[in-house]
T-cell receptor
């Protein structure tokens, strides 16, 4: 079946640190891949997406590259801010979304 | 701005008392979803509408029902809420064509408390 395995948290960082959250997937066919972010008490917001192999999604300083050979879609940001504190979900669409378990990120000033 | 709206943001109900959550969208998307999200967990898909066609997930309890009277609105009915149904309920929309569905846009969610 289709599934997403996401790095477990929680992750605590200092401001300006480098963030990486690992995500690997299992899917039949060629799914689209997404990262969603959820701030406390809010719904999910699409952070970035990639629809085919080698695509790089980017937004708000975050990046992720669709790696078909390693079935991965790791999220990275070079310099985090306190405002990046949230829960991050990796997801794939075939076509319904399958979510990873979520990674809670806390950035300290 | 085009968006997905959920009302109310917070809903309190009593054990066994029916409750309805609502979702509306101005995106004119043909697909609408309802998810249940419990604390510190990923959202769990309950069902979705592709246009007027209702698609129920195999493990969604019969206690949960949905209605979509038109493109813009979708309702989640919980016929007899139990304590285990306390959760955040998320509505999402997307455009879909055949077997291709584009990314989903989520509303802010309704936090349901069952007393």
């Amino acid at each position: 079946g289709n599934s997403v395995t996401q790095m477990e948290g929680p992750v605590t960082l200092s401001e300006e640190a480098f963030l990486t959250i690992n995500c690997t997937y299992t899917a039949t066919g060629y799914p689209s891949l997404f990262w969603y972010v959820q701030y406390p008490g809010e719904g999910l917001q699409l952070l970035l997406k990639a629809t085919k192999a080698d695509d790089k999604g980017s937004n708000k300083g975050f990046e992720a590259t669709y790696r078909k050979e390693t079935t991965s879609f790791h999220l990275e940001k070079g310099s985090v801010q306190v405002s990046d504190s949230a829960v991050y979900f990796c997801a794939l669409a075939v076509p319904e979304l399958s979510f990873g378990a979520g990674t809670t990120v806390t950035v300290r000033a | 701005d085009a968006m997905v709206i959920q009302n109310p943001r917070y809903q309190v109900t009593q054990f066994g008392k029916p409750v309805t959550l609502s979702c509306s969208q101005t995106l004119n998307h043909n697909v609408m979803y309802w998810y249940q999200q419990k604390s510190s967990q990923a959202p769990k898909l309950l069902f979705h509408y592709y246009d007027k066609d209702f698609n129920n997930e195999a493990d969604t309890p019969d206690n949960f029902q949905s209605r979509r009277p038109n493109t813009s609105f979708c309702f989640l009915d919980i016929r007899s809420p139990g304590l285990g149904d306390a959760a955040m309920y998320l509505c999402a929309t997307a455009t879909g064509l055949g077997i291709t569905y584009n990314e989903q846009f989520f509303g802010p969610g309704t936090r349901l408390t069952v007393l």
